[in-house]
């Protein structure tokens, strides 16, 4: 590097301080678990604010985005290094410890590199006085790899060691487990702990696939929904269809699910569509797209105001009504063709989206979704007209949100069951019974639920 440029990175334009990628990494861990922050949220601003673009984001993004992901393993191998509860350290130098922790366990950083950093960053963003006491425990740390660390700690019981090698809560191992049983289930956990891409929705009528991916130069078609395309790079909003709403962010499975509703076979009247629980908007502008080909309309349904906004906004330009209100009180009974319930839920089907989310949900969570979930399917089913079709989804396998919600609502008279047949044929083992089910693992999509019910009376 010549000595001009070299000056020009110590001294960089606008008075920004370039500060390095392993500090920011630093900072945004800290705002996640001091200040709650989404690591999402927290770390472009960061990197925006401290100048770090190309490669140093890149360092950055895997350093903090991959310490989170692996925070429960970090945390019980750096106990196991210091002799010490983890609780009895202060929270910076554990932060910190768990960067330097992930940088010798998972990353082929050479060793020597990875401790003299982590030191340094500890005594100039921790405290001095503790300096040595990382050296020594990322010392021991760096003595052993992630599978001789996980062989050392395991207690022979599967579930504890599965979920200490691929960094998971327990809870939420035995409920993947309960789902895709126990052979497929270390792919399904390694699989919340690669980075997706971003995949583009284009929509229909607005934007073909082939122009999409012109403009992404060069992103593949989705293996499996009709408009999906793969961002091969890059921040999507600097896509010009994506800038003007000819087409957005949305994962290929959120995508399947919606066109599953408006691919299910209807006899009658299809012209009123409704979606139930539509924001941020992703399915809304889909569906909307969808629906203006044929003449229909769509009616969304968001109760946060600040979501219903951002509904209006993917759905603008689209036959889109947008209500701001509960969706357990909304509309006249037997008033909708086609009806979206995207319930909320636990979310525990992206996790690979949401580095820390794992670590911050608990079961109880669930508990407190499920009533809700169900009175939200409730009233999608009292506002479909007979004959009209319920799509009841969640980006969650779990089964207290899927299966026995749907089973609760099955007991009204008048409701049954049917299979997306337009979704079993395009993608292969997607039946959960006469369930969809999608895996990360297995189709590359976030693990989306779908069942479709039919109003017979
Ligand atoms: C899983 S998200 C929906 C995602 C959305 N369909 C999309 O594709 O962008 C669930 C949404 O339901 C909303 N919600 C929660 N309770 C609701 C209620 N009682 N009535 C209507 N919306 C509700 C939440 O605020 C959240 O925006």
């Not at 006085?129 to 050296?135: E, K, Y």
């Not at 569509?273 to 969808?290: F, M, V």
């Not at 009533?371 to 009209?388: M, V």
Request: glycine share 8%.
């Amino acid at each position: 590097m010549s000595d001009r440029r070299r000056s020009r990175r110590r001294e960089p334009e606008n008075d920004r301080p370039n500060v390095n990628p392993r500090r920011v990494a630093f900072d945004a861990i800290r705002a996640v678990t001091e200040d709650n922050a989404y690591a999402n949220l927290v770390l472009p601003r960061m990197l925006a604010e401290t100048d770090n673009t190309g490669r140093d984001a890149g360092l950055a993004t895997e350093l903090t985005y991959g310490t989170l992901r692996s925070l429960g393993t970090l945390e019980a191998i750096l106990a196991a290094a210091s002799g010490r509860h983890i609780r009895q350290l202060q929270q910076d130098l554990v932060d910190a410890l768990c960067l330097g922790a992930y940088q010798l366990l998972y990353m082929r950083i050479p060793p020597h590199a990875a401790v003299a950093t982590t030191v340094s960053l500890v005594k100039a963003a921790v405290s001095p006085r503790v300096s040595g006491l990382a050296n020594a425990v990322l010392r021991k740390v760096a003595a052993k790899d992630l599978d001789e660390w996980t062989a050392e700690l395991a207690t022979g019981d599967r579930l504890a060691d599965l979920s200490l090698r691929y960094a998971h809560p327990e809870w939420i191992t035995a409920e993947f487990e309960a789902v895709v049983g126990p052979d497929e289930l270390p792919a399904a956990l390694e699989a919340d702990n690669v980075a997706p891409p971003v995949h583009l929705c284009a929509k229909p009528g607005r934007i073909t696939k082939g122009d999409l991916s012109r403009e992404t130069r060069g992103g593949l078609h989705g293996q499996w929904s009709p408009y999906a395309v793969y961002l091969p790079g890059g921040d999507p909003g600097r896509i010009r269809a994506v800038a003007t709403g000819l087409a957005h962010v949305q994962d290929e499975g959120s995508q399947l699910v919606a066109v599953a509703l408006a691919e299910a076979p209807l006899e009658g009247r299809d012209e009123a569509w409704l979606d139930l629980c539509a924001g941020p908007g992703g399915k809304t502008g889909l569906l909307g797209a969808i629906a203006a080909g044929r003449g229909a309309a769509v009616d969304a349904v968001e109760i946060q105001p600040h979501r219903a906004e951002l509904v209006a906004k993917a759905a603008k330009g689209l036959p889109v009504t947008v209500h701001t209100g509960d969706g357990r009180e909304f509309g006249e009974a037997g008033s909708f063709d086609r009806v979206l319930v995207d319930a909320p839920c636990s979310g525990l089907g992206a996790l690979r989206r949401r580095p820390e989310a794992r670590w911050r949900k608990q079961r109880s969570d669930i508990d407190g979704l499920v009533p809700l979930q169900k009175e939200l399917l409730a009233s999608g089913l009292r506002l479909a007209r007979p004959g009209g079709i319920v799509a009841y989804v969640t980006c969650s396998p779990v089964i207290a949100e899927t299966e026995e919600v749907v089973a609760s609502a099955l007991k009204t008279p008048g409701t049954e069951l049917v299979r997306s047949q337009w979704l079993a044929d395009r993608v292969p083992d997607s039946a959960r019974g006469d369930f969809v089910q999608l895996w990360p693992h297995r189709h590359g999509t976030d693990a989306m639920f779908l069942a479709l019910i039919r109003k017979t009376a």
